[in-house]
């Protein structure tokens, strides 16, 4: 189950990445603006995420089969990806992005869910670890593929192909997996378990939000995704318009460096969660929080080099820092909530991820691109300046998680 909703979290994160490195060849056939191009990337998917995250969210916890309503949201959200290669304007491409948003929301809520029902525990931040690397496995192959099939064909064709794998694996996932029981990880040793009782959506909401730990987590996470989001699409241009960099060279290494990179930091993530985990919650976030410090002065570095191939070979040490914070995030999510709200626990910290980070990252920076841009008169440099101001934000984002493990802290104190 685990290896099986890791490859269709890889899917998950192909079909919503690979339009990052499709941003320039897109922009100059619809000729759009950098704003555009932050809109289809940002609040096309992010906003229409978060919309349906929460209401799916609260019929998993009602006791729906997960497994068949996983395999039904990964053929949508494949076909809407594969329809997005179809689009005869922006507003055509803009409807199908908030298609592929709508469909994918309710994967990663329900996919903790299951989790937390195969796994006790100590064991969910090894075991969500492994989940997690679905992510830069995802981004590599959406960014390896966009680049390489974009360049010798084109960028619809690269649509296409993000999108089919997901028709056949939604079958094989509903055929072959089967529903765990819920709550069986955390019955009394030696004691049958038993399903929990449906809780009301504002009954779950008022018990989550009345821990001060669990909102400093929501917070920490929504910050931290706003600037990881925020600049993540606009890199990739980034070394396009001011290295001239080809595409079929940005794509697969992005790709290689993406993924190798937010693997292994996602895995450090992970096993120093459930390590340290042990000795009190607050410990599974000081790693995260000093590889979020250590990526200032990374991707300052990055965004400053006038050779752009190390500029983009030296991407891959703070994209191993900047994942550390995944595995943990989750994990905490999980374990700070009551059986029976689980997976509207994960659909809370998706909305805030989803609606302040994936949504309003990408179109700030794109904004500030464009504004630099046009005062300096060159978008290449506008769009330099813009990211090099946005890394600062990573200080912001490590203060939450310093708040948070100051709130743990305090939980673990009063017992």
């Known amino acids: 189950m685990l290896f099986m909703l890791c490859f269709i979290y890889m899917l998950n994160y192909l079909d919503r990445q690979i339009i990052v490195i499709l941003q320039e060849p897109i922009k100059h056939e619809f000729q759009l603006q950098d704003w555009h191009l932050g809109l289809l990337t940002g609040a096309a998917f992010g906003f229409f995420y978060t919309i349906m995250g929460v209401p799916i969210a609260q019929i998993v916890d009602r006791g729906i089969n997960r497994v068949r309503l996983l395999a039904g949201l990964l053929a949508v959200w494949s076909a809407m990806t594969a329809l997005c290669g179809l689009s005869r304007g922006y507003v055509h491409f803009f409807v199908a ?127 931290t995704s706003f600037v990881e989001a925020g ?18 060279e940005v794509g697969p290494s992005m790709g290689l460096i993406a993924g190798a990179g937010g693997v292994i930091g996602t ?44 500029a983009l070979y030296l991407l891959v040490i703070p994209t191993i820092l900047g ?57 290449a440099a506008g769009l330099r300046t813009a990211l090099t101001v946005f890394t600062l934000l990573f200080a912001w984002a490590a203060a939450h998680w310093l708040l948070a493990a100051r709130a743990l802290r305090r939980d673990m104190a009063a017992g």
Request: with cysteine.
């Open 97 to 223: 992005r908030m298609g592929v948003g709508l469909a994918e929301s309710g994967f990663t809520p329900t996919a903790h869910a299951l989790i937390s029902d195969l796994y006790p525990p100590a064991e969910r931040p090894r075991a969500l670890g492994f989940f997690s690397i679905g992510i830069p496995f995802g981004v590599m192959a959406g960014l390896s593929i966009g680049g390489l099939v974009a360049e010798y064909s084109n960028w619809r064709t690269a649509l296409f192909v993000a999108g089919a794998p997901g028709i056949v694996a939604a079958i094989i996932f509903w055929l072959f997996a089967r529903e765990p029981l819920r709550g069986a990880m955390d019955a009394a040793r030696g004691a049958a378990p038993a399903p929990p009782d449906p809780i009301p959506f504002t009954t779950a909401l008022r018990t989550l939000l009345g821990r001060v730990s669990f909102v400093h987590v929501i917070i920490a996470t929504a910050v």
């Open 231 to 248: 600049m993540m699409p606009w890199i990739a241009s980034f070394l396009i318009r001011a290295h001239g960099l080809p595409l079929s």
């Open 267 to 310: 895995l450090i993530g992970g096993w120093q969660g459930t390590r340290f985990g042990r000795y009190g919650m607050d410990r599974m976030l000081w790693l995260p929080i000093a590889g979020l410090l250590l990526c200032i002065p990374f991707y300052m570095t990055v965004f400053n080099l006038s050779d752009g191939r190390i």
């Open 323 to 379: 994942a550390f914070w995944t595995a943990p995030a989750i994990a905490l999510t999980q374990n700070l909530s009551p059986v029976a709200t689980r997976a509207r626990a994960s659909a809370v910290r998706i909305v805030a991820a989803n609606l302040i980070g994936v949504s309003a990252g990408p179109l700030v920076l794109g904004i500030m691109s464009d504004q630099f841009g046009g005062a300096m008169g060159d978008p």
